[in-house]
């Protein structure tokens, strides 16, 4: 057997090194791009490149969880990001719409209880149903799929390695690396990794996680945990420090404050110290609280990890075509144009140094690339006022600067805050508690008023940033908001309302309709 391998092993090598000669003595490569990784950008990037006329080809390869987990084509957003996140949070807000329901006049029998199976399976149907269309995608543009593991070999070869371990070796003019980047396991926390779970699982269990332990306090960690309980699910965050670093900080104090209410419980300033398994199956967490200096624990059903994601960069043997990394992060470094250290290598996506860890912003680096290789495109990617929604129960969506960075860059002296707690008008008659319900502009002080930054909290606030983050894009200022009319009766009208300023230390409720 090990000799038949060996001798497998040989042929391959050898056709391996075949490609290149042949390559070498033609000068020429067999594809004008070839894209590392079928996620949001790199399909983005494939696709747009072959609307162009070239040959394209994508190499997509999903390495299992370590618990197992694993997927199909088309990256974290569809698979177990963005896609099954929103739908599962979708579940929870019509847990919420059926206790509403009741207030408008809707008979709901009781008991109402979810199953997480039937959600669940649904779900990854739908998801299953995606990775099917991004296929067809591919091949109605004609770009080449390879399901393989990529790896540089030099600079305009990569090697190919399928899930059986078969070799192909492609070569490429230009090639896109868009790996993204996978959840963190806290691998000094013994047990972390044989009894927790990540998103990277979450949204494929076939049975309900139970009493869950989510660590970490960032979106993945605040969206899951808001989901979980909206279903019913007895569930606690542990946050060893703020939540939503890098988010304003009154915006997503708001945001766990809204989360308690609604019945996440939350281990502030904690952090993990052990899992064991018990007998019983349940996993006991040991945590230290830092502000009461003692250890204390809890039994849970599930541990969910969310502390972060890296980029899985090694297996693609960068070092062996000079492609420079941070040495920290570990992530690609690029330059506005999204190039690499080394010519005609480029990098997009969550895998890039510096770039919001977003879909929208992987794939339109993505296209913009592929016109600027193919489409005599000079356009680059602006990263600035980047909308964006964290989907916790209560929505919080925004763009352009925090009221933090926004005194960091201009002083507090030179700048105007706008706010407004508002209440839904939904929440009326449901009897909802609309105390998180806040909207917040920053504004230049100086006569034109030009928006910095917008912060809402409130049902939609997605749907609702979108559309103001034209506006933003735009340059708007607060007389251009204060000339827009609003529509009535919405939320998002309360943003073309507001006029209390922060300064002026008026109450900034907002009263009648
Ligand atoms: P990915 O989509 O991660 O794709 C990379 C692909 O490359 C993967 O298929 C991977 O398996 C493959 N690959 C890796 N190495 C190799 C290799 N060597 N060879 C071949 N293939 C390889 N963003 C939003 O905008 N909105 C949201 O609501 C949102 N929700 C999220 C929720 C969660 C739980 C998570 C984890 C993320 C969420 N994100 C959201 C972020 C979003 O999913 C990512 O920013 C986006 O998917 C990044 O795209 P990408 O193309 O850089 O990489
Ligand atoms: P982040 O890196 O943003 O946050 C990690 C969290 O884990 C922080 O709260 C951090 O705390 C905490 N943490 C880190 N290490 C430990 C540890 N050892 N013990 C306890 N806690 C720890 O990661 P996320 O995975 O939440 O998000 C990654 C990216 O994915 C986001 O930046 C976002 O761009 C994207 N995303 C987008 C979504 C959307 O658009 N709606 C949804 C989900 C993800 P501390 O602050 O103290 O370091």
């Not at 925004?398 to 030179?414: F, I, K, P, R, W």
Request: with cysteine; proline share 4%.
């Amino acid at each position: 057997m090990a000799t038949l391998w060996r001798r497998r092993e040989r042929l391959l090598g050898v056709s391996g090194r075949l490609c290149r000669t042949v390559r070498a003595l033609s000068g020429k490569n067999e594809y004008d791009l070839l894209v590392i990784g079928g996620g949001s950008g790199g399909l983005a990037c494939a696709k747009e490149a072959a609307q162009f006329g070239r040959k394209v080809a994508v190499l997509d390869y999903v390495e299992p969880s370590p618990q197992g987990t694993k997927w199909g084509l088309g990256g974290t957003c569809v698979n177990v990001g963005c896609i099954p996140k929103k739908l599962m949070h979708q579940a929870a807000l019509l847990g919420s719409a059926l206790k509403d329901a009741q207030h408008y006049g809707w008979n709901i029998a009781q008991p109402v209880h979810h199953t997480w199976s039937v959600m669940a399976q649904a779900v990854q149907n739908y998801v299953k149903s995606l990775n099917w269309g991004h296929r067809v995608q591919l091949q109605d543009k004609k770009v080449k799929y390879f399901n393989m593991k990529g790896s540089f070999s030099d600079p305009h070869t990569i090697r190919g390695l399928t899930k059986g371990g078969k070799e192909t070796i492609v070569t490429a003019e230009n090639i896109v690396i868009a790996t993204g980047g996978r959840p963190k396991y806290p691998t000094h926390i013994a047990g972390a990794l044989a009894y927790g779970i990540t998103s990277d699982d979450l949204f494929w269990l076939k049975e309900s996680p139970g009493k869950t332990l989510v660590v970490g306090a960032s979106y993945v960690s605040l969206e899951c945990a808001g989901f979980l309980t909206g279903i019913g699910l007895d569930t606690t965050v542990m946050m060893r420090s703020i939540p939503l670093r890098g988010f304003d900080q009154q915006m997503a104090s708001l945001v766990t404050e809204h989360m308690e209410c609604y019945g996440t419980k939350f281990l502030k300033r904690c952090f993990p110290t052990k899992v064991e398994k018990l007998e019983s199956n349940k996993l006991q967490v040991t945590w230290k609280n830092t502000d009461l200096g003692t250890e204390e624990t809890d039994c849970f059903d599930t541990v969910m990890w969310a502390v972060g994601r890296a980029p899985d960069v090694k297996t693609l043997n960068l070092d062996a075509v000079g492609v420079k990394t941070n040495s920290e992060t570990g992530k690609i470094i690029v330059d506005a144009s999204e190039a690499t250290s080394v010519p005609h290598i480029y990098a997009i996506g969550d895998i890039t140094e510096g770039r919001p860890e977003l879909t929208p912003t992987a794939i339109a680096a993505g296209k913009l690339l592929a016109r600027r290789l193919f489409g005599q495109s000079s356009e680059l990617m602006d990263y600035d006022n980047v909308p964006t929604t964290v989907f916790t129960p209560l929505e919080y969506g925004c763009v352009g600067l925090s009221e933090e960075a926004a005194v960091q860059c201009y002083g507090s002296d030179n700048i105007e805050v706008y706010h407004a707690y508002y209440k839904p008008l939904e929440f009326t008659v449901a009897e909802r508690d609309a105390t998180q319900c806040y909207i917040k502009m920053v504004c230049l002080r100086e006569r034109e008023q030009r928006i910095l930054g917008l912060h809402f909290i409130g049902p939609n606030a997605g749907e609702v940033i979108q559309g103001f983050a034209l506006g933003i894009k735009c340059g708007a200022t607060y007389p251009q908001l204060m000339k827009t009319v609003g529509i009535h009766p919405t939320c998002a009208e309360e943003i073309t309302k507001l006029h209390i300023t922060k300064r002026s230390g008026l109450d900034a409720t907002v009263t009648g309709c």
